[in-house]
């Protein structure tokens, strides 16, 4: 069972109180054209006003992605527990329930969760039981068990979690793969079960995607000191959509900018090819730089008086 909906227009009308401020400032982050929220302070839940609010916060659903709303719940302080668990059970107990609805929840659920998991948390730690437990104030009391049609989550994500680069995570296929069942599972997804299987999935994959993100840039941070100290100024960058000739300074600045961008979409995809391009051009840099270092070390000799020679 999942945690009950609100059973009457005075906890309906609480819930989208709750909701109000964050729809708000939604609008007004992404200029949505909606008429002004019908939840004010003079606001008195009844059966008419509940359901007059209702289809505003529909209008501003359908106007909503979800990548928009992923940005915004990230950087927000207004994201706290307590609204999340308002935000879940928004969506997860509408009568008629969209795709976009589906992936504001699977996302909303790895977000409660990260939120009130314990920071040092283990990945031995992260099983079936411990992810329920935690979403129980949204998902109700469960005896979680990995539903039959969802048996290769856990194949996916063991093929993940060997991956040592991030090329090496793009071309495991793990991500089209989960989002893939995600789509399939259709109404099947809002099954108690599912969610909680899908919420620990998201949630690893999540955490191997970003300690491969952090070790990509950071690798690329060092092959470019590394190639300063050795007189580079710039490199050939093409394959990552950059010039022939990209300085070395603006890389770093891009690389920091990826930092923030990719904390907030992990799912990015083009730039995401370019980082990992990106690392793959620095890699190239550094290993050509080491092969013609002798070359160059052999040409600065020989141009010196009597270079080459012995005495």
């Not at 070395?248 to 990719?262: A, D, P």
């Not at 002798?294 to 141009?303: E, F, M, Q, R, V």
Request: proline share 5%; with cysteine.
């Amino acid at each position: 069972m999942t945690a009950s909906a609100p059973t009457s227009f005075e906890e309906q009308g609480a819930t989208l109180c709750a909701l109000q401020p964050m729809y708000a400032a939604l609008v007004r982050e992404f200029v949505i054209e909606v008429s002004a929220c019908p939840i004010d302070e003079a606001f008195i839940p009844s059966s008419e006003t509940v359901k007059h609010a209702e289809a505003w916060f529909k209008q501003v659903d359908v106007q909503i992605q979800v990548h928009q709303l992923r940005q915004f719940l990230q950087t927000t302080p207004l994201a706290n527990e307590l609204v999340l668990r308002h935000l879940l059970l928004h969506h997860m107990h509408k009568t008629a329930k969209s795709s976009s609805d589906r992936d504001k929840t699977d996302f909303l659920l790895v977000q409660y969760f990260s939120l009130c998991a314990p920071s040092g948390l283990e990945d031995a730690d992260l099983d079936l039981d411990y992810v329920a437990q935690v979403l129980e104030p949204v998902l109700g009391p469960q005896e979680p068990k990995l539903p039959a049609w969802l048996a290769s989550l856990e194949t996916i994500m063991q093929s993940a979690a060997r991956s040592r680069r991030l090329s090496e995570l793009l071309h495991s296929g793990a991500l089209e793969q989960g989002r893939k069942l995600k789509t399939q599972s259709a109404a099947r997804y809002f099954e108690p079960s599912a969610m909680v299987a899908f919420a620990r999935f998201s949630f690893m994959i999540r955490r191997i995607f970003f300690r491969l993100m952090h070790e990509d840039l950071n690798a690329i941070q060092d092959g470019l000191r590394e190639l300063e100290r050795r007189g580079v100024d710039t490199i050939d960058c093409r394959r990552a959509q950059f010039s022939a000739e990209e300085p070395i300074g603006r890389l770093r600045m891009i690389c920091q900018s990826w930092k923030v961008m990719f904390h907030a979409e992990y799912s990015s995809g083009q730039p995401l090819r370019m980082l990992v391009d990106l690392r793959a051009a620095v890699d190239d840099a550094l290993q050509n730089g080491a092969r013609n270092q002798p070359l160059a070390a052999g040409a600065a000799a020989s141009a010196k008086p009597g270079g080459g020679t012995k005495e």
